[in-house]
């Protein structure tokens, strides 16, 4: 058992130097501790279970470790706070976020690796709603810091 433990890492270790060019290794060696924030509350994907982070962002960024040989400097915040830090320089990366227009002045944003549909919900018996437009004159309730918020707004208004 312990030889097929070694063929494998020895495999990824192998593999990860086809992964990367020349100056991505370079900036893995010089670089080697990245700080991250991440949310603490994020069912499914980041959260704190019985004092232990778990989730899909959390075994997705185990991988990106082993193959890469970053070593990931973990902090799980509600998301506002993770979000300041991440304003501030005070992490260098940040899990989670959404991609808007505002955000690109302070954000490098990379490819989803996964995409979250937005949704509305309602009583059964209205079947009234077509787009936001459906929405004006009703009330409304969103989280207070989700992305869309000023997009959702100004469509609901126009």
């Not at 979250?116 to 207070?144: Q, R």
Request: aromatic fraction near 14%; hydrophobic fraction near 40%; proline fraction near 2%.
């Amino acid at each position: 058992m312990i030889k097929t433990i070694l063929a494998v890492l020895l495999t990824i270790n192998l593999f990860a130097n086809d992964l990367f060019d020349k100056k991505e290794q370079e900036w893995i060696e010089k670089n080697p501790d990245v700080t991250i924030s991440m949310m603490d509350n994020f069912t499914a994907f980041s959260y704190i279970h019985n004092n232990t982070h778990k989730g899909y962002t959390v075994d997705l960024l185990n991988k990106i470790s082993n193959i890469s040989g970053l070593n990931f400097n973990v902090e799980t915040l509600r998301w506002y706070k993770s979000l300041e830090k991440f304003k501030n320089k005070d992490v260098d990366l940040i899990a989670g976020i959404s991609y808007t227009k505002q955000r690109e002045d302070f954000t490098l944003f990379c490819d989803p690796y996964y995409e979250i549909p937005t949704y509305i919900f309602g009583f059964k018996n209205n079947k009234d709603y077509i787009d936001n437009s459906s929405l004006v004159g009703k009330t409304v309730g969103v989280s207070k810091s989700v992305f869309f918020i000023e997009e959702f707004k100004n469509s609901v208004l126009i």
